[in-house]
Structures are given as structure tokens and as C-alpha cells.
Nanobody, 119 residues
Framework: QVHLVESGGGLVQAGGSLRLSCAAS????????MGWFRQTPGKAREFVAG????????NYGDSVKGRFTVSRDNAKHIMSLQMNSLKPDDTAVYYC????????????WGQGTQVTVSS
């Protein structure tokens, strides 16, 4: 089991920045790939960013490319999401997720942290 806890959410004005963190505990070696997702009421969960175990393979959802940066520190078991140039459309609950090396879908999920961007 991998336990994930997000932090860093809050209220920010449009154009501002926030940094989210996701702390992993338990069988952290099972968090081979980690990612961020977000969801707003009435909408499907949206992929935001993902990072491989090495940190070298990164991918992003189209709506955040060029504004968000994902990274991880395996020594500290932390994944981060630097969010710049925030827009009101970025308002959502952001979830941290992880999956093992051979998992097709994300298996482990955090409880989520609210990000609100005011116009």
C-alpha cells in the first residue's frame, strides 16, 4: 500500500502561482509513476501531469502545458506541482496518484486539495 497526502492548495488570484506537494509513505517503491489529476463538480477527472520514477519522463495535459511543472524527489518521497500563470479555469480539487511499474491505471490516490483561482 502507498499512502498519499497532498498539501499546498489554497486561494490565489489569476496570474498567480501555487506549489502543490504530495508526500508518499508506505511501500513507496510501488509509486513507480506518479501523477496529478484534478476534478470540478459535474466534470470528469482530468489528467494534469505525470512523472516517471527517474523523473526524466514527464507529460502534461494540454490545458496546463507551459504553465505547470511536475517533479519528484525519491529520497524525500515527495512529488511537486509548480503551477504558474493560474487561470480561473484551473480551479478544482487536485489529486495526487501513483501506480506500480506494471499497473495500467493509477492505483493509489490522495484525498485531494482545493485550488481556487479568483478572477
Amino acid at each position: 500500500q502507498v499512502h498519499l497526502v497532498e498539501s499546498g492548495g489554497g486561494l490565489v488570484q489569476a496570474g498567480g502561482s501555487l506549489r502543490l506537494s504530495c508526500a508518499a509513505s508506505g511501500r513507496t517503491q510501488d509509486a513507480f509513476t506518479m501523477g496529478w489529476f484534478r476534478q470540478t463538480p459535474g466534470k470528469a477527472r482530468e489528467f494534469v501531469a505525470g512523472v516517471s520514477w527517474s523523473g526524466n519522463l514527464l507529460n502534461y495535459g494540454d490545458s496546463v502545458k507551459g504553465r505547470f511543472t511536475v517533479s519528484r524527489d525519491n529520497a524525500k518521497h515527495i512529488m511537486s506541482l509548480q503551477m504558474n500563470s493560474l487561470k480561473p479555469d484551473d480551479t478544482a480539487v487536485y489529486y495526487c496518484a501513483a501506480k506500480g511499474r506494471f499497473d495500467v491505471t493509477y492505483v493509489y490516490w490522495g484525498q485531494g486539495t482545493q485550488v481556487t483561482v479568483s478572477s
